[in-house]
């Protein structure tokens, strides 16, 4: 390390924060790509069927392990087709503006409590800002490309994401309140001591708030009416193909890997293990993610679309009431000897 430092001297500081970019991102886009796979196995196992099987690696059927490779591939030499009518700008920028935030998220996401590319104390309000520009990319592809059905899908999509942003800000205040912290590092140590010490035990309606929240923010079955087929074509991404097409893809299932990990680090403990004694590490971390998604993909394969006036009404008339009166029970509890639950 000291050998590259001396080497490129000033360079040394961008060049390292820019692999540890790469070692973050480049993972995640395999994980997104075998997310794609994980579910179609999964789903298929629930409803008893195959999945896919057949595309593998060197004549290898491996059970269809090559399934992501070849649909990126399909996806990367298709034709971008641009409507006549769009602004062409715009509509090549929307996707970018889509991923962008999703990606960028993960600058403060902490995978230990020493593996992180910035430990900042502000961590969780950059996260909450950084994450609620993903609903500008929503509107920006709607409206760029001059459809009416691709404007109607982007307003009904943003009205629920941003409906939903806002009972998951409160859920994340109650976890604040408790770690009386916003770094990331500071919650995940405020929770040691074991899977009873977790802040899901104490703020139970906020965990469960942020879940299924989380589940609609990122227009997930069963709150996926954005992509309504039977009632609105494919939403805002209609008029989409190709590449451009993937990018929204992409961005689903990276903010899907980003709300199951900020759920574990909010509410499970993060990489700490749930039995005292045990090491920490990643491994608990990625195992607590993992089970997250599971449930995104359960969910899917479980429960039949939601109306949406039964979408809204469950955001504004639900779940922001229930956080609003929980985070008062916490700050109540707080000032009496049931505080030390919430620590």
Do not use: C
């Not at 070849?70 to 996806?75: C, G, P, Q, T």
């Not at 001059?146 to 629920?160: E, H, P, T, V």
């Not at 405020?190 to 879940?211: I, M, R, S, T």
């Amino acid at each position: 390390m000291e050998f590259f430092q001396d080497l490129l001297g000033p360079a040394w500081m961008p060049v390292w924060t820019l692999a540890k970019i790469v070692a973050i991102v480049l993972p995640l886009l395999v994980a997104v790509a075998y997310l794609t796979y994980a579910e179609r196995k999964v789903i298929g196992w629930m409803q008893v069927r195959m999945g896919p099987n057949r595309v593998g690696f060197f004549g290898f059927r491996l059970w269809g392990l090559g399934q992501p490779i070849a649909d990126a591939v399909k996806l990367l030499t298709k034709e971008i087709i641009i409507p006549t009518g769009a602004n062409k700008g715009l509509f090549l920028f929307a996707p970018v503006l889509a991923i962008a935030p999703a990606m960028a998220a993960w600058a403060v996401i902490p995978f230990t409590d020493r593996l992180v590319l910035a430990n900042i104390d502000a961590g969780l309000l950059y996260i909450m800002a950084i994450t609620s520009m993903g609903v500008y990319g929503v509107i920006v592809a709607g409206w760029a490309s001059n459809s009416k059905y691709a404007f109607l899908g982007s307003l009904r999509s943003a009205a629920q994401i941003v409906s939903y942003e806002i009972a998951m800000g409160f859920a994340l205040v109650g976890v604040l309140m408790s770690a009386q912290s916003l770094n990331l590092v500071e919650i995940v140590k405020a929770q040691q001591g074991g899977f009873w010490q977790w802040y899901w035990l104490p703020l139970f309606p906020l965990f469960l708030v942020y879940l299924i929240a989380g589940v609609a923010e990122t227009n997930r079955a069963p709150f996926d009416v954005a992509e309504g087929e039977s009632e609105i074509v494919a939403g805002f991404h209609v008029d989409y193909s190709g590449m451009a097409f993937a990018v929204f893809f992409l961005a689903e299932y990276a903010n899907m890997i980003l709300v199951s990990t900020l759920t574990s680090i909010m509410f499970l403990g993060g990489w700490l293990s749930p039995i005292p004694g045990l090491p920490d590490g990643f491994f608990w971390l990625a195992a607590k993610v993992s089970f997250i998604l599971l449930l995104f993909l359960w969910f899917r394969a479980t429960f039949p679309r939601y109306r949406y006036d039964q979408i809204m009404r469950l955001g504004w008339k639900v779940f922001i009431p229930v956080t609003l009166v929980w985070i008062l029970v916490v700050g109540l509890a707080m000032q009496t000897p049931l505080g030390d639950l919430f620590h």
